[in-house]
């Protein structure tokens, strides 16, 4: 199920089963995450955008080549990236965790979404059409800086990934490698590194 169709399908819900978008000022990971680590004023208007949606398992966001909607950001719960070949070889990019914005590019450039972002696990996430965030980086120059740097962290990202699978000497190596990576993420900036895999 897409957000598009999530969102049709929240026309028909009863409204007790709809969430609005959650208090940002109170989430847990917003300080250590980029995007939305905004000032007070300007996060209280990031607040009103969009919708909060609980998904299962399995749903899936977005698909690769589809037209961009929006951006989401992963408020709890896990995403994984990927994309497929024609063969139907799969490749995970990502494993997206709480506070990461999702689909930021494909809003940006105008361009199709390059993977399929699918919920390993239940999650909250929130969805902001794509008009209504443009609008909202053109009156705050905060948000837009915020949004830039959050780019930039994912070229960063996808770069040294890219160099892991060229560079490294063995599978295991690679392995280890990821299971660092994944474990730095889900730390949080904590000393303990602690996760579970999907």
Do not use: W
């Not at 929240?10 to 680590?37: G, I």
């Not at 930021?104 to 999650?123: D, M, Q, R, Y």
């Not at 892991?164 to 000497?169: E, H, Q, T, V």
């Amino acid at each position: 199920m897409s957000i598009r169709e999530l969102q049709d399908g929240l026309a028909v819900m009863p409204k007790s089963q709809v969430r609005r978008p959650p208090k940002c000022t109170e989430c847990v990971y917003r300080e250590s995450r980029m995007f939305c680590n905004l000032s007070p004023k300007v996060l209280k208007e990031f607040e009103k955008l969009g919708l909060q949606m609980m998904l299962p398992r399995g749903s899936v966001l977005f698909r690769e080549d589809d037209r961009s909607s929006g951006i989401v950001i992963v408020c709890s719960g896990k995403v994984k990236l990927f994309c497929t070949s024609r063969q139907g070889k799969i490749l995970i990019i990502k494993i997206a965790l709480p506070g990461d914005v999702l689909g930021l590019g494909a809003v940006l450039s105008g361009n199709p979404h390059e993977t399929t972002a699918e919920t390993l696990e239940p999650c909250t996430i929130k969805h902001i059409p794509r008009e209504e965030f443009l609008a909202f980086l053109e009156r705050h120059g905060q948000a837009s800086i915020h949004t830039a740097k959050s780019l930039a962290e994912e070229y960063r990202s996808t770069f040294l990934d890219a160099r892991r699978l060229a560079l490294a000497p063995t599978v295991a190596g690679r392995v280890a490698s990821v299971l660092l990576e994944l474990g730095r993420s889900s730390a949080n900036g904590r000393p303990e590194m602690r996760f579970t895999m999907a």
